[in-house]
Protein backbone atom coordinates (compact mmCIF):
# COMPACT_ATOMS: atom_id res chain seq x y z
CA UNK A 1 0.00 0.00 0.00
CA UNK A 2 1.39 3.32 -0.78
CA UNK A 3 1.57 6.32 1.31
CA UNK A 4 -0.58 8.14 -0.46
CA UNK A 5 -3.51 5.22 -0.92
CA UNK A 6 -2.81 4.82 3.45
CA UNK A 7 -3.52 8.73 4.09
CA UNK A 8 -6.31 8.34 1.98
CA UNK A 9 -7.38 5.04 4.00
CA UNK A 10 -6.90 6.83 6.92
CA UNK A 11 -8.90 9.99 6.34
CA UNK A 12 -11.95 7.84 5.07
CA UNK A 13 -11.50 5.66 8.28
CA UNK A 14 -11.72 9.40 10.21
CA UNK A 15 -14.21 10.89 8.31
CA UNK A 16 -16.62 7.57 8.95
CA UNK A 17 -16.01 7.63 12.87
CA UNK A 18 -16.83 11.49 12.77
CA UNK A 19 -19.91 10.90 10.98
CA UNK A 20 -21.46 8.05 13.07
CA UNK A 21 -20.38 10.39 16.81
CA UNK A 22 -21.97 13.19 14.84
CA UNK A 23 -25.08 11.15 14.51
CA UNK A 24 -24.89 9.82 17.96
CA UNK A 25 -24.81 13.36 19.08
CA UNK A 26 -27.36 14.34 17.06
CA UNK A 27 -29.68 11.38 18.26
CA UNK A 28 -29.08 12.05 22.17
CA UNK A 29 -29.64 16.02 21.50
CA UNK A 30 -32.90 14.98 19.73
CA UNK A 31 -34.08 12.02 21.78
CA UNK A 32 -34.31 14.84 24.50
CA UNK A 33 -36.41 17.35 22.94
CA UNK A 34 -38.43 14.53 21.46
CA UNK A 35 -39.96 13.71 24.85
CA UNK A 36 -41.03 17.51 24.97
CA UNK A 37 -42.40 17.79 21.90
CA UNK A 38 -46.26 18.09 21.55
CA UNK A 39 -46.62 15.47 19.01
CA UNK A 40 -48.52 12.19 18.63
CA UNK A 41 -46.30 10.49 15.92
CA UNK A 42 -43.60 10.90 18.82
CA UNK A 43 -44.03 7.18 21.02
CA UNK A 44 -42.34 5.15 22.78
CA UNK A 45 -41.23 2.90 19.80
CA UNK A 46 -39.69 6.31 17.79
CA UNK A 47 -37.31 7.42 20.96
CA UNK A 48 -36.19 3.72 21.29
CA UNK A 49 -35.02 3.65 17.59
CA UNK A 50 -33.29 7.13 18.26
CA UNK A 51 -32.02 6.20 21.61
CA UNK A 52 -30.32 2.73 19.86
CA UNK A 53 -29.25 4.70 17.12
CA UNK A 54 -27.03 6.62 19.07
CA UNK A 55 -26.17 4.04 21.01
CA UNK A 56 -24.98 1.74 17.72
CA UNK A 57 -23.12 4.76 15.98
CA UNK A 58 -21.12 5.37 19.20
CA UNK A 59 -20.29 1.93 20.16
CA UNK A 60 -19.44 1.85 16.30
CA UNK A 61 -17.16 4.55 16.41
CA UNK A 62 -15.19 3.29 19.38
CA UNK A 63 -14.74 -0.02 17.65
CA UNK A 64 -13.36 1.75 14.14
CA UNK A 65 -11.22 3.59 16.80
CA UNK A 66 -9.86 0.77 18.92
CA UNK A 67 -9.64 -1.53 15.37
CA UNK A 68 -11.59 -3.75 17.22
CA UNK A 69 -12.38 -7.35 15.34
CA UNK A 70 -15.73 -6.42 16.02
CA UNK A 71 -16.19 -3.24 13.36
CA UNK A 72 -17.34 -5.23 10.21
CA UNK A 73 -19.99 -6.90 12.76
CA UNK A 74 -21.38 -3.72 14.65
CA UNK A 75 -20.83 -1.67 11.57
CA UNK A 76 -23.51 -4.07 9.67
CA UNK A 77 -25.91 -3.97 12.51
CA UNK A 78 -25.19 0.22 13.05
CA UNK A 79 -26.37 -0.14 9.05
CA UNK A 80 -29.99 -1.04 9.90
CA UNK A 81 -30.74 1.14 13.05
CA UNK A 82 -29.07 4.06 11.82
CA UNK A 83 -31.38 3.34 8.42
CA UNK A 84 -34.89 3.38 10.34
CA UNK A 85 -33.79 5.85 12.44
CA UNK A 86 -33.25 8.08 9.63
CA UNK A 87 -36.61 6.95 7.73
CA UNK A 88 -38.50 7.52 11.10
CA UNK A 89 -37.58 11.14 11.52
CA UNK A 90 -37.58 11.79 7.74
CA UNK A 91 -41.39 11.37 8.26
CA UNK A 92 -41.26 14.20 10.15
CA UNK A 93 -42.01 16.94 7.29
CA UNK A 94 -41.46 20.28 8.27
CA UNK A 95 -39.74 19.49 11.50
CA UNK A 96 -36.40 20.87 11.22
CA UNK A 97 -34.56 19.01 14.39
CA UNK A 98 -36.40 15.67 12.58
CA UNK A 99 -35.13 16.35 9.47
CA UNK A 100 -31.46 17.21 10.75
CA UNK A 101 -31.13 14.01 12.44
CA UNK A 102 -32.42 12.27 9.12
CA UNK A 103 -29.74 13.92 7.44
CA UNK A 104 -27.18 13.12 9.90
CA UNK A 105 -28.32 9.63 10.13
CA UNK A 106 -28.38 9.21 6.52
CA UNK A 107 -24.61 10.56 6.37
CA UNK A 108 -23.42 8.30 9.14
CA UNK A 109 -25.41 4.73 6.76
CA UNK A 110 -22.62 5.45 4.54
CA UNK A 111 -20.27 5.81 6.94
CA UNK A 112 -21.11 2.43 8.51
CA UNK A 113 -21.52 0.71 5.02
CA UNK A 114 -17.71 1.63 4.58
CA UNK A 115 -16.48 0.73 8.02
CA UNK A 116 -18.03 -2.92 7.46
CA UNK A 117 -15.95 -3.17 3.85
CA UNK A 118 -12.81 -1.90 5.64
Not at 20 to 33: D, G, T
Request: proline content about 0%; glycine content about 0%.
Amino acid sequence: MTVMTMAAATYALKESMKDCMEAHISCVELESRARKMDDQRVDDALLRVIRECADMCRLTADAALHDSESRTALAKACIDVTRRCAEDCARFMGNVEMQRCADVCARAVLACQRLARA
